[in-house]
């Protein structure tokens, strides 16, 4: 069982930057692709940004240019960072380790963006 734990999120402006982290217990941390979800109040859960195990990133349209995930293997950590953040970034954001399907989830974190 991996454990995943996000931090980062908060409160911030429009225009704001946020950096998210995602750490995970896992010796192996190097082998899994890792993703950033958000979930918005009355609607689904969506796939922010990816990287895979190779280094390859991802994006959704809707964050590309704003967002930037990075994987550090040596300290098991993954980070999000969000800039030029707008009202409809408000979201609980999960980490995800492994795939959507068979993969750990984080208990998510929490980021509004409010003036």
């Known amino acids: 069982q991996v454990q995943v734990v996000e931090s980062g999120g908060g409160l911030v402006q429009p225009g704001g930057s946020l950096r998210l982290s995602c750490a995970a217990s896992t010796r192996i941390f190097r082998v899994y692709d890792i993703g950033w979800y958000r979930q918005a109040p009355a609607k689904q859960r969506e796939l922010v940004a990816s990287i895979t195990s190779g280094g390859s990133t991802n994006y959704a349209d809707s964050v590309r240019g704003r967002f930037t995930i990075a994987r550090d293997n040596a300290k098991n950590m993954v980070s999000l960072q969000m800039n030029s953040l707008t009202p409809d970034d408000t979201a609980v954001y999960y980490c995800?380790?492994?795939?959507?399907?068979?993969?750990?989830w984080g208990q998510g974190t929490q980021v509004t963006v409010s003036s």
């Open positions: 995800n380790v492994g795939g959507a399907r068979s993969g750990f």
